[in-house]
């Protein structure tokens, strides 16, 4: 142990003489009690190593102050329950306010701040963008966020771009694949071998739909690189999940679940001929645009320093409009063409059906089929998102006693605003 001591940069020092030294963070208040944690709380400011503060802390001459004098041994095994605990910690140098966010993160980054390194030596984020957004917002929400990105960005046409510049130019383009209504030079580059050194992409997109996306998944998934998807335009961002691990949903699942939601225009498209979604034009604000952006550089960041939580299997939906945050949960189809089996719905047509009788002792008799016990099970397939329907709504012309509901789906609700309309 050759750095000095102090408690974790997240930790406001609070002592009450007498009392307890209070630690505040962000997570609440925590008391610590005894004469020997209030002897060594003011020794660990983070300018003494392990030595001098148990040199310190047995002086003679402190025995006259009120916490008095500390014996080295006793003083060695408290810092090494604090820092069991996470509440101090070694440094080379003066803690920094990223460092403090990184240790409020807690366990999930190994209960500790990332060790700085150089920025060429920190993992590469390759930003691809398809669509509307200007690729230089992207670079600039990564290398705001402290990420590395990757070196070598390509266009659609191959050649060597410089983000800065990219919006500068057009391309001949079909917007019916392209997500925009204006045709631009986007960097686009699919093959990874162009970024050997990314640990992450971060694709940028107007539309989840975008088919160019199968091919984007598809790529990652053969190299086993995670790929995080952002839209930033529209009133309402999307963000996640991360793709492109083997034991994930793949885009192919998503793009089942939010096609169902907008079947109106899948037959529209169908009608016109067109792949992928009908193309919006582009609505956001600078703001908007920025804090998605943003939050997906945050993302990113976090993955990248090991910090992995629930919501990352999820993708979330920020209403600038109401400043909301909607998690929508999304699961594998195990019938997928591409990450599942395509032939388990037509093995379980043509299996033997098995009824197994209620006077069986040997029957399975754990599963709950109370409705209680369906919704548990099964409730995560109830999104307004990624669900295979939108809700469950109680039927308000039955009775109380009555257990009627139904389950509705936005392009069968039939409601006024989206009925059609004849001139």
Same mark, same amino acid.
């Given at each position: 142990?050759?750095?000095?001591?102090?408690?974790?940069?997240?930790?406001?020092?609070?002592?009450?003489?007498?009392?307890?030294?209070?630690?505040? *963070?962000? %997570?609440?208040?925590?008391?610590?009690?005894?004469? !020997?944690?209030?002897?060594?709380?003011?020794?660990?400011?983070?300018?003494? @190593?392990?030595? %001098?503060?148990?040199?310190?802390?047995?002086?003679?001459?402190? !025995?006259? $102050?009120?916490?008095?004098?500390?014996?080295?041994?006793?003083?060695? =095994?408290?810092?090494?329950?604090?820092? +069991?605990?996470?509440?101090?910690?070694?440094?080379?140098?003066?803690? #920094?306010?990223?460092?403090?966010?990184?240790?409020?993160?807690?366990?999930?980054t190994?209960?500790?701040?990332p060790?700085?390194?150089?920025?060429?030596?920190?993992?590469?984020?390759?930003?691809?963008?398809?669509?509307?957004t $200007?690729?230089?917002?992207?670079?600039?929400?990564?290398?705001?966020?402290?990420?590395?990105?990757?070196?070598g960005?390509?266009?659609?046409?191959?050649?060597?771009?410089?983000?800065?510049?990219?919006?500068?130019?057009?391309?001949?383009?079909?917007?019916?694949?392209?997500?925009a209504?204006?045709?631009?030079?986007?960097?686009?580059?699919?093959?990874?071998?162009? %970024?050997? @050194?990314?640990?992450?992409?971060?694709?940028?997109?107007?539309?989840?739909?975008?088919?160019?996306?199968?091919?984007? @998944?598809?790529?990652?998934?053969?190299?086993?690189?995670?790929?995080?998807?952002?839209?930033?335009?529209?009133? &309402?961002?999307?963000?996640?999940?991360?793709?492109? +691990?083997?034991? @994930?949903?793949?885009?192919?699942?998503?793009? $089942?679940?939010?096609?169902?939601?907008?079947?109106?225009?899948?037959?529209?498209?169908?009608?016109?001929? =067109?792949?992928?979604?009908?193309?919006?034009?582009?609505?956001?604000?600078?703001?908007?645009?920025?804090?998605?952006?943003?939050?997906?550089?945050?993302?990113?960041?976090?993955?990248?320093?090991?910090y992995?939580?629930?919501? &990352?299997?999820e993708?979330?939906?920020?209403?600038?409009?109401t400043?909301?945050?909607? =998690? %929508?949960?999304?699961?594998?189809?195990?019938?997928?063409?591409?990450?599942?089996?395509? !032939?388990?719905?037509?093995?379980?047509?043509?299996?033997?059906? *098995?009824?197994?009788s209620?006077?069986?002792?040997?029957?399975?008799?754990?599963?709950?089929?109370s409705?209680?016990?369906?919704?548990?099970?099964?409730?995560h397939l109830?999104?307004?998102? #990624?669900?295979?329907?939108?809700?469950?709504?109680?039927d308000?012309?039955?009775?109380?006693?009555?257990?009627?509901?139904?389950?509705?789906?936005?392009?069968?609700?039939?409601?006024?605003?989206?009925?059609?309309?004849?001139?």
């Amino acid at each position: 142990m050759t750095g000095e001591l102090g408690f974790t940069p997240h930790l406001r020092v609070e002592p009450v003489p007498g009392e307890a030294v209070y630690l505040v *963070s962000e %997570h609440g208040v925590t008391a610590l009690h005894g004469r !020997a944690i209030a002897a060594l709380a003011p020794l660990l400011d983070g300018s003494r @190593d392990l030595a %001098h503060i148990l040199t310190e802390a047995a002086a003679p001459g402190r !025995a006259a $102050d009120p916490p008095g004098a500390v014996p080295a041994g006793q003083a060695e =095994r408290v810092i090494a329950r604090l820092r +069991a605990a996470g509440l101090v910690s070694e440094r080379e140098r003066a803690w #920094t306010p990223e460092e403090a966010y990184w240790e409020l993160a807690g366990p999930g980054t190994g209960g500790s701040a990332p060790a700085p390194t150089p920025a060429s030596a920190r993992p590469a984020v390759a930003p691809l963008v398809l669509g509307s957004t $200007d690729p230089d917002e992207a670079v600039r929400a990564l290398r705001v966020a402290g990420l590395r990105t990757a070196a070598g960005l390509r266009t659609v046409d191959g050649e060597t771009a410089d983000p800065r510049s990219v919006n500068a130019e057009a391309a001949d383009g079909d917007p019916t694949t392209s997500g925009a209504t204006s045709p631009r030079r986007e960097i686009c580059q699919i093959a990874l071998r162009q %970024h050997d @050194d990314a640990e992450l992409t971060l694709v940028v997109c107007d539309d989840y739909l975008d088919p160019r996306l199968a091919a984007v @998944d598809a790529a990652h998934r053969a190299a086993g690189r995670r790929w995080l998807p952002v839209k930033p335009v529209g009133t &309402q961002a999307w963000l996640g999940p991360f793709l492109g +691990a083997p034991d @994930d949903p793949c885009w192919v699942c998503l793009a $089942d679940r939010l096609w169902r939601g907008r079947q109106a225009e899948a037959y529209l498209q169908r009608r016109l001929g =067109r792949p992928g979604p009908v193309p919006r034009p582009p609505a956001s604000l600078p703001a908007s645009r920025a804090a998605a952006l943003q939050l997906a550089a945050l993302e990113a960041a976090k993955w990248l320093a090991g910090y992995r939580h629930p919501g &990352q299997r999820e993708l979330r939906t920020l209403d600038s409009l109401t400043a909301t945050v909607d =998690r %929508h949960p999304l699961s594998r189809r195990p019938q997928c063409a591409c990450c599942g089996d395509p !032939a388990l719905v037509a093995a379980r047509i043509l299996a033997p059906l *098995s009824l197994p009788s209620q006077r069986d002792p040997l029957a399975d008799t754990a599963a709950d089929t109370s409705p209680r016990g369906i919704m548990e099970r099964y409730g995560h397939l109830v999104d307004p998102v #990624t669900g295979l329907v939108t809700e469950i709504r109680r039927d308000p012309r039955g009775p109380a006693v009555l257990n009627c509901f139904h389950a509705r789906h936005p392009s069968y609700a039939g409601a006024a605003p989206t009925a059609a309309w004849t001139p």
